[in-house]
């Protein structure tokens, strides 16, 4: 189940935000699947980061996630192109 959810979140992303944004998001998901917070209701800072038990599947599903969409990046493009003619025109 996490595998599927992180391939379409990858997908999603790659189609949808724009370039800078999916640069900060791509290390933001690398930093979230292997580190959570230790105590929720302290902010998020350095001192506050805990290994995820099972950050380095998530980290592999991740990354999976990522190849997978990079070997289809043809249609990836292509999707992006048909929603910025929509949107321009």
Do not use: C, H
Not at 19 to 36: K, Q, R, Y
């Amino acid at each position: 189940m996490l595998k599927v959810f992180y391939k379409n979140n990858v997908r999603f992303q790659l189609i949808n935000y724009p370039i800078p944004w999916i640069i900060g998001v791509t290390f933001f998901n690398l930093i979230s699947a292997l580190f959570e917070r230790k105590r929720k209701e302290m902010k998020l800072g350095a001192t506050n980061l805990k290994f995820r038990k099972d950050g380095a599947l998530r980290f592999a599903y991740l990354v999976r996630g990522y190849l997978t969409n990079i070997k289809n990046l043809s249609n990836i493009l292509q999707k992006r192109k048909d929603r910025t003619a929509r949107v321009v025109s």
